[in-house]
């Protein structure tokens, strides 16, 4: 078997009068992302993460901001077609690790639901992704909630 490990990284202004898509969880707060589909930095993370494992390039190469059709779209529809050509490429996923970076809100109690969503798209156990959170202490635009940041590492196999 061969197996090929990629890292995603995202970032999004926090801004009023958006809403705030985690993990493909709608999490209640008075800021959302801003971005041209519905933000979800987390999902946006481990697109990119599975793409660069594939040496595919990025989200915005295959989903671009330019391009209308991807305005307001539900990133789990992205993080799903992305699965869709890692499948046409041969390979699975066999698990993702993530870490959220935000002051606030707190998202303890969204984490299991982050984990069957992501789990569900990515056809593997919930065990098998993990998404983990911390602040910056107040320090930078984090600290400030002036945005927020995702990493993600997925680990591919390909099929025999």
């Known amino acids: 078997m061969a197996y090929r490990i990629g890292f995603g990284i995202d970032f999004h202004q926090l801004v009023e009068d958006r809403d705030l898509w985690i993990g ?22 481990i697109c990119d993460a599975m793409l660069g494992a594939l040496a595919l390039g990025d989200i915005g190469v295959h989903f671009p901001d330019t391009d209308q059709a991807y305005k307001n779209i539900d990133s789990k529809i992205l993080l ?72 993600a590492t997925v680990l591919l196999e390909k099929k025999s």
Do not use: W
């Not at 493909?24 to 993370?45: E, F, N, Q, R, Y």
């Not at 046409?88 to 698990?95: F, Q």
């Open 24 to 45: 493909g969880v709608k999490i209640p707060h008075h800021k959302g992302a801003k971005g041209h589909s519905d933000a979800d930095v987390l999902l946006h993370a």
């Open 80 to 151: 799903d077609r992305t699965v869709q050509l890692i499948k046409s490429k041969g390979y699975h996923v066999v698990n993702v690790d993530s870490s959220l970076c935000l002051e606030a809100p707190k998202i303890k109690p969204f984490v299991s639901s982050m984990q069957e969503v992501i789990a569900s798209i990515l056809t593997i156990a919930i065990e098998d992704v993990s998404v983990k959170a911390t602040t910056t202490e107040k320090m930078g635009f984090v600290g400030r909630e002036e945005g927020l940041v995702a990493y």
